[in-house]
């Protein structure tokens, strides 16, 4: 019994771990757009909600958050901080982790997990992120400009991004 609870600690910890790894590596991978960059961390967001049980997503993300709220320099660009975390970007990182959530729910309730699902599923984690991050912005530069710089330059990539990551997760777990 002993071993088996170390196991699964064990297999928590790392699956955390590659969690907050794929989150740091896509938040480096970015374009330096004013006021919100374009960066991968959705990318890892995606894989993240479409691949890992809910507990092991939720740590993953709430992990991340706290070592960058700590000030390790995890977020876009080698940033870190409770400033960071409260500035105009931070409602989307916060927002990261109600994605998960909702993507996690979505994949539990849903009986067949075919491509179109995916697809959808990974929509809805971006919307999600969006419905966090644009008000939040919003309160640092206004409901205009947050709609067009942190909205509109995001619709294509995130779109893209959601389909090509399902399709990828799809086509890895069969």
């Known amino acids: 019994m002993q071993l088996a ?11 955390t771990l590659v969690g907050v790894t794929l989150l740091f590596l896509c938040g480096q991978v970015s374009i330096p757009l004013q006021p919100v960059p374009i960066s991968l961390q959705t990318v890892a967001v995606l894989v993240i909600g479409l691949t890992f049980a809910k507990a092991d997503a939720l740590r993953s993300i709430a992990s991340y958050l ?4 700590l000030g390790l320099p995890v977020f876009s660009n080698f940033s870190g901080g409770v400033t960071k975390l409260m ?27 075919g491509i179109k699902e995916m697809i959808l599923i990974a929509f809805a984690g971006n919307a999600v992120v969006f419905l966090f991050g644009l008000p939040w912005l919003s309160v640092y530069v206004g409901w205009d400009f947050a709609v067009a ?13 959601s389909v090509l990551v399902a399709i990828a997760v799809r086509y890895i777990k069969k």
């Open 87 to 113: 500035g105009p970007t931070g409602g989307y990182l916060f927002g990261f982790l109600a994605a998960i959530w909702i993507m996690c729910e979505l994949r539990e309730r849903i009986a067949h997990l």
């Open 149 to 161: 710089g942190g909205f509109m330059p995001f619709i294509i990539p995130g779109l893209i991004k």
């Open 66 to 69: 706290a070592l960058g709220a």
């Open 5 to 15: 609870i170390q196991y699964i600690r064990s297999s928590q910890i790392l699956l």
